[in-house]
Each structure stands twice: as structure tokens, then as C-alpha cells.
């Protein structure tokens, strides 16, 4: 991502009537303000798995596509949706509570206006310039107002540009003049502009800079400075290898920044002073070669130190730890969303409860309705109960005679990628719960694999629970069909995906025009498993307590899943509840 610095504040007040809330913010769980002090969201960043919910549900939040209604050949900049605005609002909240300024930051209606227009100027002249005039292309007043007052990127639309303007990375900012303009504590009111285009590097994006509150009365921080990354837990995603730390009235021209590492000294390079953005501020580079620090194989603190910092007639020395964590790494002993309560109910119902987890604001629950799944299939009658994906130019299902049919499922490569056969519905597994198959892996290139893969609710990624691998030579093909009995008892109380894959992601592969070709598969069973008859629409808890009144007798499940600021979280495990 291109930028260009900030040029000094100008004297400007923006317009701020029809502000829009904060996205996400729930009256009910965090006020704006208290007592007249801004509050917003917050977040306890001295709390590990705080910090990690925050992150997984508020940071990791997708914007929606096709997000843009203007025109380029007319000049048009149109407009954004809602809710990819939103989107970018809530990311550049997530920095600001991380960073323990006021999260609250709005929509400015009029400033998204100029700064749309800004954007397309941006995008239609392939260039960037706070200062344009009649001879660039879509040129308009609102495109010079707001080109005049606004962060100004290429490379990224939405939350992506907000996490591109605080790395600030590249030589012409090395004084992360965007990184503090969003971090500043006074700002309340913004514009957002984007514009996506067909080639990536060509995106433009903007935020309004100022709103007429610079240099007001400053709000109430956390830690009085403003640092990034901030003192407690960070994902290492966003720990950029330019580090700063800002204080109004500050003199860091004689200032030092120390950094250990484990206790001895962590080089660092401080970058050239630059005051005219944002607060005062001393900025240096970690010795990191990527737009981040690599993830960390345990969790990793570093120890700031900055000494010499001038504040009137005083001279003041700073210190904090930042802990560097990989957020898809839970804590030993971290819990996820439970419901507590009877395993056995009348239909009267019952009441449950919802344990509150760190950094949640609030909880949801659903019931789930299930049927016993005995699953018993082969190819003679189609699909069934599977569904396929992949090249889909060969025969899947194929004449082959094996121990008790005359058909079997076929999985080859005609290209790279995957071919999947999935169960076309989720189960929930028990402590019973096995999958058995019979298979016969044919002529195959040494970077062919087959596999069984589950996927668990709430999880991010796929887990192999079965794997065969072939020598590439056509001695090593299976010659005959032989069984395979997969135990999923460890994934008992979870609702899954699962499905056979047959992958190939690069080298050698033979093609299925012969039918000694691939990985063919017959008599699948699912034993001790529930289908879903029927889900229940997500429901607030009140007070981490709600009341269950089941519909009918059976087999029932019970579900929970964190809010944080009306966001939802990852879905807990499924408590058993028999309703008699």
C-alpha cells in the first residue's frame, strides 16, 4: 500500500450533524458516554484471552462484496454500503480500544462524501496528493476538500486499508503519521472513502484526518500515552515492525528507546523525529523483515523502555511489557461458551446458565433439536446423503464391482485442487460415534493424498483424521477394496463436517481416462451419530441465564456462543439434554 504523509492540520471544522452510532455498540452494554466521559468499547489488554476473543470476533470480521455503486468513466464516486462502512469503523475501533483511546469514533455523512470523491481521484489518476486540482482526472471541490483532509491509501478498501495505514510501512512514513491521526484521542468524527478496481494495487481508500476536535480538551486514555503496539497481550498480526509511543507536550528529541527480549537487548532503530501529525511522538523499527513479527512459537514479551522524554521542566522514563501472542493458540485451561444445567427435563423446561467469558459483553444460546443418523450408503442410488465437489469433467460415480455393490464413488485430479465427496449435512458426534468405509486406492502420483477430513464447529480450520499416500509407482495400486474404521468419539458433543478428500496441490498425478485411476470408495457407515431435525434462532441470554421450554420429547442439544458488542462469537460445545 502507497501513501503520501499528512500534511500539517489545517484550521478546518467539519460538519457533524447526523452522526451515525458507533457500529456494533450495544446501549445495554457499553454506553458512549458515562458521566460525560467518552467510553466506547474497551477492552482489558492485561487479559490474554480478552484480547483473543476480541480479536477473533471483532478484528477477523469480513465486510460484505461488491460494496461500490459509483462509476469511474462518468466520474461518478457514488457511494459505499452501510455495512462495509461499518466495517471499517469497527476495525478502526478495534485499534482504538487496543490502544486505550476512546473507541467511539462515527460517521461523519458529510466528510464520507469528500472523502469518497478524494478516493476516486486517487483511483482514476493512479497517484496520490493531498493537494489536486482541475487537471487531475474526476477532479471536483469536494474531491479537493476532501483530498485536503483526508489519510489518503492505494492497495486496500475497508478494514484492510485502516490495518494498511496503521503498519504505515514504507520509507515515506516513517513518522506513522496515519497510524496517529487514527489513534488520536480527541477524534470522534470521520469520513470514509473507497474505491475498489480490477487490478488490487490500484484500490483507493480514505479516512477523513481531522473534525474540528484537534488540539480540544484531550479525553481520558488508559495509559495516559498512546503507544502501538500497547502495553498487554497483541496478536502478532498487528505487531508491526514500526512501534511507536505518542504523549501530548512530549520532547523526545534526547529520548532512548530500550527493548529486551527474554532479558538481553533487542535491536531497534529509532526513526527520524516528525511532529506534525497527531500527538508528539518517538517512533522505531524492531528487526522484523515482514509487515509483521513472525508468529511466535510460545508467547513472547518485550520489555519498552523509553528514558529521556522531556515534559516541561521534568524528564520522564516510560517502561512496559508487550506480549506477542498467536491468537489461534488458546491459553492451557482456556473455556469456551457452556450452558450449565440438567441433563434430564419435563416439558416444562428448565432454566440454564451461561458462564461469562473474558472480554465477552454478553451471550446468545439456540436449541437444537436431533434424530439418530444410521447412515449406511453406497453409489447404487446416486449421491444420497453426499455432495461433490471439484473438476466434476469425469464419471464420480462408476461401474465397479466390490463386495456388495456394483458401483462405487470415484475421486481423480485432472488438474490441481481438490476433489471432495462430503456429507451433505452437519453431525453431531458422541462418545459411540465411528465412521467405517471400504476403499481402494488405485494408480496414483506420489502427491496424490486421500483423506478424511471433520470439521469442528467454531474451529477455523479442516483436521485430517485419515491419510494414505501412494509411491507413485503403478506397483503400489491397490488391487483389491479394504476396510477402514475411523474413531470420531474424540470429537464427542461437537457438530461436524465431514468429508473424503482426494488432494493434489502440485507435482505429479495420473489422469482417470484409465479406470485403475484414483481413489474409489464404497459402503460408508456413520455409526452413533445424530443428524439436526431442527435449530432454534439464536436468543439473547439475559443476565448469562435463559429459560429453555422444548417444543417435543427427544433428543435435545444446548448451545452458547459470546457477543462482544452485539457481534457473535464462536459457537461452545453442545450440552446434552434430554427432555422426557
Given at each position: 500500500m502507497r501513501f503520501l504523509p499528512q500534511p500539517a492540520l489545517l484550521s478546518l471544522l467539519l460538519t457533524a450533524h447526523a452522526l451515525c452510532a458507533p457500529v456494533g455498540e450495544d446501549e445495554h452494554e457499553q454506553p458512549s458516554e458515562i458521566n460525560g466521559m467518552r467510553r466506547g468499547w474497551v477492552i482489558?489488554?492485561?487479559?490474554?484471552?480478552?484480547?483473543?476473543?476480541?480479536?477473533?470476533?471483532?478484528?477477523?470480521?469480513?465486510?460484505?462484496?461488491?460494496?461500490?455503486?459509483?462509476?469511474?468513466?462518468?466520474?461518478?464516486?457514488?457511494e459505499t454500503l452501510k455495512a462495509h462502512r461499518e466495517a471499517s469503523l469497527a476495525r478502526i475501533n478495534w485499534f482504538r480500544a487496543m490502544a486505550g483511546v476512546p473507541a467511539d469514533v462515527q460517521e461523519d455523512p458529510a466528510a464520507t462524501r469528500k472523502t469518497q470523491a478524494a478516493t476516486l481521484v486517487v483511483m482514476a489518476n493512479h497517484r496520490i496528493s493531498h493537494d489536486i486540482d482541475a487537471s487531475w482526472r474526476c477532479f471536483s471541490d469536494d474531491a479537493k476538500e476532501g483530498a485536503s483532509n483526508s489519510l489518503l491509501g492505494m492497495g486496500a478498501n475497508g478494514p484492510e486499508a485502516v490495518t494498511n495505514f496503521m503498519r504505515d510501512d514504507g520509507p515515506e512514513n516513517a513518522a506513522v503519521h496515519h497510524r496517529r491521526w487514527l489513534l488520536y484521542p480527541q477524534s470522534k468524527f470521520i469520513g470514509l472513502g473507497d474505491v475498489p478496481n480490477a487490478d488490487k494495487a490500484q484500490d483507493a481508500s480514505g479516512f477523513t484526518a481531522f473534525d474540528g476536535l484537534y488540539g480540544s480538551n484531550r479525553p481520558h486514555v488508559v495509559h495516559d500515552y498512546v503507544a502501538w503496539p500497547p502495553p498487554g497481550w497483541v496478536p502478532y498480526e498487528v505487531a508491526f515492525p514500526r512501534w511507536s509511543f505518542s504523549l501530548p507536550g512530549a520532547d523526545f528529541s534526547a529520548a532512548t528507546v530500550t527493548v529486551e527480549l527474554a532479558g538481553a537487548p533487542f535491536a531497534v532503530q529509532i526513526e527520524p523525529p516528525n511532529d506534525t501529525a497527531g500527538e508528539p511522538s518517538i517512533v522505531w523499527r524492531m528487526d522484523a523483515a515482514n509487515d509483521h513479527l513472525p508468529r511466535p512459537v510460545r508467547d513472547t514479551s518485550y520489555h519498552i523502555i523509553i528514558d529521556g522524554v522531556k515534559l516541561g521542566s521534568n524528564v520522564r522514563r516510560f517502561a512496559y511489557d508487550v506480549k506477542v501472542f498467536d491468537p489461534d493458540a488458546?491459553?492451557?485451561?482456556?473455556?469456551?461458551?457452556?450452558?450449565?444445567?440438567?441433563?434430564?427435563?419435563?416439558?416444562?423446561?428448565?432454566?440454564?446458565?451461561?458462564?461469562?467469558?473474558?472480554?465477552?459483553?454478553?451471550?446468545?444460546?439456540?436449541?437444537?433439536?436431533?434424530?439418530?443418523?444410521?447412515?449406511?450408503?453406497?453409489?447404487?442410488?446416486?449421491?444420497?446423503?453426499?455432495?461433490y465437489a471439484g473438476s466434476n469433467d469425469y464419471p464420480v460415480i462408476q461401474a465397479q464391482v466390490v463386495a456388495s455393490s456394483k458401483q462405487a464413488f470415484r475421486l481423480a485430479h485432472t488438474h490441481l485442487g481438490d476433489e471432495?465427496?462430503?456429507?451433505?449435512?452437519?453431525?453431531?458426534?458422541?462418545?459411540?460415534?465411528?465412521?467405517?468405509?471400504?476403499?481402494?486406492?488405485?494408480?496414483?502420483?506420489?502427491?496424490?493424498?486421500?483423506?478424511?477430513?471433520?470439521?469442528?464447529?467454531?474451529?477455523?480450520?479442516?483436521?485430517?483424521v485419515y491419510t494414505q499416500r501412494s509411491d507413485g509407482t503403478m506397483?503400489?495400486?491397490?488391487?483389491?477394496?479394504?476396510?477402514?474404521?475411523?474413531?470420531?468419539?474424540?470429537?464427542?458433543?461437537?457438530?461436524?463436517?465431514?468429508?473424503?478428500?482426494?488432494?493434489?496441490?502440485?507435482?505429479?498425478?495420473?489422469?482417470?481416462?484409465?479406470?485403475?485411476?484414483?481413489?474409489?470408495?464404497?459402503?460408508?457407515?456413520?455409526?452413533?451419530a445424530y443428524r439436526v431435525v431442527s435449530m432454534g434462532e439464536p436468543t439473547r441470554s439475559a443476565g448469562g441465564k435463559f429459560e429453555f421450554k422444548p417444543e417435543r420429547s427427544g433428543e435435545w442439544r444446548l448451545q452458547a456462543r459470546p457477543l462482544v458488542y452485539r457481534a457473535a462469537g464462536d459457537w461452545g460445545p453442545l450440552a446434552a439434554v434430554t427432555v422426557e
Open positions: 482489558d489488554t492485561q487479559d490474554r484471552e480478552a484480547v483473543r476473543l476480541f480479536w477473533r470476533v471483532r478484528y477477523r470480521a469480513a465486510p460484505p462484496s461488491g460494496f461500490w455503486n459509483g462509476n469511474l468513466q462518468d466520474c461518478n464516486p457514488g488458546p491459553a492451557p485451561g482456556k473455556h469456551e461458551a457452556i450452558v450449565i444445567g440438567p441433563a434430564h427435563i419435563g416439558a416444562a423446561g428448565a432454566i440454564f446458565a451461561v458462564p461469562p467469558q473474558p472480554g465477552a459483553t454478553g451471550s446468545e444460546w439456540r436449541a437444537i433439536y436431533l434424530q439418530p443418523l444410521p447412515l449406511a450408503q453406497g453409489a447404487e442410488h446416486g449421491y444420497g446423503a453426499f455432495s471432495v465427496l462430503a456429507l451433505a449435512q452437519p453431525i453431531v458426534a458422541t462418545a459411540q460415534t465411528h465412521l467405517s468405509f471400504k476403499s481402494r486406492r488405485g494408480v496414483a502420483g506420489s502427491d496424490e493424498v486421500a483423506n478424511v477430513d471433520v470439521l469442528v464447529e467454531g474451529r477455523d480450520d479442516w483436521e485430517t506397483a503400489s495400486a491397490e488391487k483389491e477394496f479394504s476396510a477402514h474404521q475411523v474413531d470420531l468419539s474424540p470429537y464427542a458433543g461437537r457438530l461436524l463436517q465431514l468429508r473424503f478428500r482426494y488432494a493434489f496441490a502440485n507435482g505429479s498425478y495420473f489422469t482417470p481416462d484409465d479406470a485403475r485411476v484414483g481413489w474409489y470408495l464404497d459402503d460408508i457407515r456413520l455409526d452413533g
